[in-house]
């Protein structure tokens, strides 16, 4: 289970995220929604440990992310936004590359890569150099990269950008793979049918502060809707803007 409490980041005078709490539990896909500049993927990478917060806690599988930053990165798998794979690599190296910083050992990191191969359709390109690689095949290989060491806990920043239809929907089925195997999926969205095809529950932020969280059908009855997007932008305080 991932548990958010009071987590607040500044970068300045920008209030990035404000006494921000959730949490998102096993056997579940949330999502984290809410307008650009919301603090979704800042809040995503206070997770992650690429950042620290100001204040307030977050633990992952029961470790705190700022106090064992090592245990919590042996549990989660991350894709962040920018797929931000090594163009010089080859597709099946990059994969290799972050087993190898995960301490796995050899054996079980070439028996990981050859099962991702074949379950994310990389064959065809897991020897090519990922330089013009399609939109596609980086968000495979970036999602490759994040399951390699078979995490429990998975966090995805906008996952689908960019993807064409079907891969879209092999991403879709990849995630609730993930569910049903017991995983924790996390994931940013603007995609409201995205959100209503995959999720169980749903976080939204907006000016840097949750402003509901609860499951779809919560959300519907709270926002008085039945239209997932009007939901959206009536409890993230966007009619104004519309």
Do not use: W
């Not at 064992?68 to 690599?89: A, C, K, N, Q, W």
């Amino acid at each position: 289970m991932i548990s958010v409490r009071g987590i607040n980041k500044h970068f300045g005078e920008v209030r990035a995220v404000s006494d921000v709490s959730f949490e998102a539990r096993d056997n579940r896909v949330t999502a984290l929604l809410g307008p650009n500049g919301a603090g979704k993927s800042t809040t995503l990478r206070v997770l992650s440990g690429v950042l620290r917060p100001d204040s307030g806690t977050a633990t992952i599988n029961g470790f705190n992310v700022v106090e064992s930053p090592l245990e919590v990165r042996r549990s989660i798998g991350v894709m962040p936004h920018d797929s931000g794979i090594y163009t010089r690599l080859t597709a099946r190296e990059n994969i290799r590359y972050f087993g190898e910083l995960q301490g796995m050992t050899r054996s079980r990191l070439d028996e990981r890569i050859e099962s991702l191969l074949d379950h994310l359709d990389m064959r065809s390109f897991a020897d090519r150099r990922t330089e013009g690689f399609s939109q596609g095949q980086k968000v495979k290989v970036a999602l490759a990269r994040a399951l390699i060491n078979d995490p429990k806990h998975v966090l995805l920043d906008e996952p689908t950008n960019g993807l064409d239809v079907m891969a879209t929907r092999s991403l879709r089925e990849i995630i609730l793979g993930l569910k049903a195997a017991g995983c924790c999926v996390l994931f940013s969205s603007h995609i409201m049918q995205e959100v209503a095809n995959l999720c169980d529950d749903v976080v939204i932020i907006a000016g840097g502060s949750v402003q509901f969280e609860g499951s779809l059908e919560g959300l519907r009855e709270k926002a008085q809707t039945a239209d997932l997007e009007d939901a959206f932008i009536a409890l993230a305080g966007l009619e104004q803007t519309t």
